[in-house]
Antibody, heavy 117, light 113 residues
C-alpha cells in the first residue's frame, strides 16, 4: 500500500519561501510522476506541477516563475518550494502519485500552509 | 490551457435517487492514438484528500462501488451515482490529465434532500 507522508512549515510571512517535503513508502518510487496540488480554504483544487524520479518536471504556468520541485531518489522523497508567498498562497498543499500517462491515484494527508503579513 | 467547467455547482438529491454531475472541457481530451479520454473523477469529503473514483472517463477505480459510473467522450462527460447513499455526500471534481497544466473543474457539492 502506497503511503505519502508530507511535512513542512505551516505558518509563513509574506515574501518568504514555502517548503514542503513528501516521503513515499510502500511501493516503487520510479515509474510514476509525483504531483503537488493545492486547495485554498473552502475552494477548489489547483494543480501546481509534477516531477518524475529522474527530475523531469512540468509546472503550472501561473506559478512557474516561483516554483521549484525536486526529487531525492535515495530517500524516496519529493520537495516543493514556492518563493515570494502572499496571502493568496494560503492553502492545503497535497502531494500525490500520478500513474504514468494516467490519473493521480494516491494522495498525501495534506499540509495547511498559512501566509500572514 | 484546458478549462474544465462542471455543472451544477451544487446538487441536492434524495436517498436512493440518481445524481448526475456534468463536466465540460474547453478542448477535447480524447487522445486519438489510443482512443482514451484523459479524464478522471474525484470525491472529496470534509477534511480528507480527494479520492479517485473514475479514470479514462469510464473506468471505475478498484474498490469503488458500482453505483458510480462515468461516461462521455471528447469534451463532455458525466458522473452518475445510480442510487444515492448517505456516505456519498461530498464535493466531486473532474480533472483532465491530457495536457499540462492538469486542470480541475470547480467542484460540485452533493447533498441529501
Amino acid at each position: 500500500q502506497v503511503q505519502l507522508q508530507q511535512w513542512g512549515a505551516g505558518l509563513l510571512k509574506t515574501s518568504e519561501t514555502l517548503s514542503l517535503t513528501c516521503a513515499v513508502s510502500g511501493e516503487s518510487f520510479s515509474g510514476y510522476y509525483w504531483s503537488w496540488i493545492r486547495q485554498p480554504p473552502g475552494k477548489g483544487l489547483e494543480w501546481i506541477g509534477e516531477i518524475n524520479h529522474s527530475g523531469g518536471s512540468n509546472y503550472n504556468p501561473s506559478l512557474k516563475s516561483r516554483v521549484t520541485m525536486s526529487v531525492d531518489t535515495s530517500e524516496n522523497q519529493i520537495s516543493l518550494m514556492l518563493r515570494s508567498v502572499t496571502a493568496a498562497d494560503t492553502a492545503v498543499y497535497y502531494c500525490a502519485r500520478k500513474r504514468n500517462l494516467g490519473p493521480v491515484d494516491y494522495w498525501g494527508q495534506g499540509s495547511l500552509v498559512t501566509v500572514s503579513s | 490551457d484546458i478549462v474544465m467547467t462542471q455543472s451544477p455547482d451544487s446538487l441536492t438529491v434524495s436517498l436512493g435517487e440518481r445524481a448526475t454531475i456534468n463536466c465540460k472541457s474547453s478542448r477535447s481530451v480524447l487522445y486519438s492514438s489510443n482512443n482514451k479520454n484523459y479524464l478522471a473523477w474525484f470525491q472529496q469529503k470534509p477534511g480528507q484528500p480527494p479520492k479517485l473514483l473514475i479514470y479514462w472517463a469510464s473506468t471505475r477505480e478498484s474498490g469503488v462501488p458500482d453505483r458510480f459510473s462515468g461516461s462521455g467522450s471528447g469534451t463532455d462527460f458525466t458522473l452518475t451515482i445510480s442510487s444515492l447513499q448517505a456516505e456519498d455526500v461530498a464535493v466531486y471534481y473532474c480533472q483532465q490529465y491530457y495536457s499540462t497544466p492538469h486542470s480541475f473543474g470547480q467542484g460540485t457539492k452533493l447533498e441529501i434532500k
